[in-house]
């Protein structure tokens, strides 16, 4: 009877130990957020262009003799100004003879007419007979003709004494040498590079991207340094050269184009194949895709809510959608693959985090 009674406690406390304990909460999800905004977005394809002046004319030797330069390469010259001579001593020795030629062929002529002159006169008094007279008159036309053809010499000497100096096709500037002074030309030889002052950026596509619609008209936006112009394509050459097999696409500068720009010079161009202005856009990192579904995870009141989204544009790490979003709201951008709609997050502006390094996972 003792013994059931000292039991009794021990039952008591046996059946506290074994009421059901309330069970711990999971805590919330550390996550980064940042805002959700709206700015102009552009899908562009970059590349690298060389400005070239729009017309280039390589000029030839006409002539055979010797290079003397009359510009230096950069230099501006006007149109019809002379930047080359090929000197020829030949040239100068042969309009030296033509013009001694036509000097005694006219002087022969002068007397051979005269003297038809004074024959005719005796004729018409029966002076002398009439074949006298007439072998005067033919003497004189011979004599005339041959003066003629003195005078046709001596210009075509002259013209061929203007080949030995070469002038600017057009105003602009000496782009290249392509001879050395001094150096024995020859017919067809280059000497210079010329280029008008119109100016364009020549920019070879890959055949693939050329495919995506670029043709004249398209928008691009070209850098030098820290200047940009808003341009277009002006033309597109038909053919894909190399065995890149590349197209050649022109973009002609505006003639308030930045003053130090020169022939060789690299520009950055990106061509402008779709544009939002203004549009929804959200950091790429917010960006949750799994197969053909892409989702953000809206963060508010200490919660994420999964919003099904469609991506557009992407640049510099943005991406456009089409989703009903507010312009402030905040998305996470860390740990998308532990969230779930409805989870409890604790979270954190990334503008607030510079110092954590990376993409380092919030403890």
């Known amino acids: ?20 304990q309330p069970t711990a909460q999971t805590p919330p999800l550390a996550i980064r957020v940042a805002p959700v905004l709206r700015r102009d977005l552009r899908h562009a394809l970059s590349y690298i262009g060389t400005v070239h002046a729009q017309r280039e004319v390589k000029i030839l030797a006409r002539i055979p003799g010797t290079l003397q330069w009359l510009a230096d390469e950069g230099s501006k010259v006007a149109q019809g100004k002379p930047v080359a001579i090929v000197a020829a001593d030949e040239m100068s020795a042969k309009i030296a003879r033509v013009d001694a030629e036509v000097r005694r062929v006219g002087a022969e002529r002068d007397l051979r007419c005269t003297t038809y002159e ?20 033919s003497a004189c036309d011979t004599a005339t003709a041959a003066l003629d053809a003195a005078r046709a010499s001596a210009r075509e000497a002259r013209v061929g004494n203007q080949k030995t100096r070469e002038n600017a096709p057009m105003s602009g500037r000496v782009l290249q040498r392509l001879a050395e002074p001094g150096q024995n030309i020859m017919p067809g030889m280059p000497l210079l590079l010329f280029g008008g002052d119109a100016t364009e950026i020549r920019v070879p596509v890959a055949q693939t991207d050329r495919a995506l619609k670029i043709q004249p008209g398209t928008p691009v936006r070209v850098q030098f340094g820290p200047k940009l112009l808003d341009l277009s394509v002006s033309a597109v050459a038909p053919l894909a050269m190399g065995p890149g097999r590349t197209t050649e696409v022109r973009i ?20 402008v194949l779709e544009e939002q202005m203004n549009t929804l856009a959200i950091p790429e990192n917010a960006l949750w895709e799994f197969g053909a579904k892409s989702a953000v995870f809206v963060v508010d009141a200490g919660s994420a809510r999964e919003v099904a ?25 860390s740990n998308l693959d532990m969230l779930k709609d409805g989870a409890r997050v604790f979270a954190v502006d990334s503008q607030s985090l510079d110092s954590v390094a990376g993409d380092e996972v919030l403890p």
């Open 1 to 20: 009877m003792l013994g059931a009674l000292l039991a009794l406690p021990h039952l008591g406390c046996s059946t506290e130990d074994a009421a059901p």
């Open 118 to 137: 004074r024959d005719q006169s005796l004729g018409d008094d029966d002076a002398i007979p009439k074949s006298k007279v007439d072998m005067s008159r």
């Open 252 to 271: 002609h500068l505006p003639e308030d184009a930045p003053s130090s720009l020169q022939s060789g010079m690299a520009a950055r161009v990106d061509f």
């Open 309 to 333: 989204v469609e991506p557009g544009i992407r640049e510099d790490g943005w991406v456009q959608v089409s989703a009903d979003i507010a312009a402030d709201a905040k998305v996470a951008v």
